[in-house]
Every structure is written in structure tokens, then in C-alpha cells.
Nanobody
């Protein structure tokens, strides 16, 4: 059984940076960050392979967000720079065997952390 706990979400102004963390207990594989804005479906943000060699980003965040992981501490981080109001959402981390954007491939999810970007 895997448990994931996100942290770091808060209210920030547009243009600022924020760092989200996800602490895992249990064995994890590829890790992903997803987000869900009010009234919208959950969407892919970024993912990283188990060894950290492969990363992938949604077009909307590429160049602004960076995903990384520390397998010793069993954590994954999402560094978010140049935040925009449209980045406002609940952010979730999840783990899956393949390194993929596909939401349905992820087996375990955290409870989410709220990020709000004001204009």
C-alpha cells in the first residue's frame, strides 16, 4: 500500500513561485502531478520516471514548472515559477508503473493541495 501526502499549496500573486512537495510511504514507481480546477476535469501537469531520467510536461507548464524526485527521501517536488491565474487548482501527486500522462494509469493518489494564483 502506498500513501501520498502533498504539501506547499497556498495563495500567491501572479508571477510568483511556489514549490509543492509530495511525501510517499511505500514503494513508488513513476510519479506524476495532476491538477483540477473548479468545474474542470483533472489534467496532467508533469511526470517523472522512477530513476528520474525521464520527465514530461503539459504544454501549458513547460518551461515554467520543474518536476524532480529524491528516492532516498521518497519525495517528489514540483517547482512552479511564473505562476498565472489559470494555474489555480487543486494539485495532486500520484504514482504509476509506466511513465505516462494517462491519468487512468495511476494507482495511488494523494489528497491534493490547493494552489490559488491571484491576478
Amino acid at each position: 500500500q502506498v500513501q501520498l501526502v502533498e504539501s506547499g499549496g497556498r495563495l500567491v500573486q501572479a508571477g510568483m513561485s511556489l514549490r509543492l512537495s509530495c511525501a510517499a510511504s511505500g514503494r513508488t514507481y513513476a510519479m506524476g502531478w495532476f491538477r483540477q480546477a473548479p468545474g474542470k476535469e483533472r489534467e496532467f501537469v508533469a511526470c517523472i520516471s522512477r530513476n528520474g531520467a525521464i520527465t514530461d510536461y503539459a504544454d501549458s507548464v513547460r518551461g515554467r514548472f520543474t518536476i524532480s524526485r529524491d528516492n532516498v527521501k521518497n519525495t517528489v517536488t514540483l517547482q512552479m515559477n511564473s505562476l498565472k491565474p489559470e494555474d489555480t487548482a487543486v494539485y495532486y501527486c500520484a504514482t504509476a508503473r509506466p511513465t505516462t500522462r494517462a491519468l487512468e494509469a495511476y494507482d495511488y493518489w494523494g489528497q491534493g493541495t490547493q494552489v490559488t494564483v491571484s491576478s
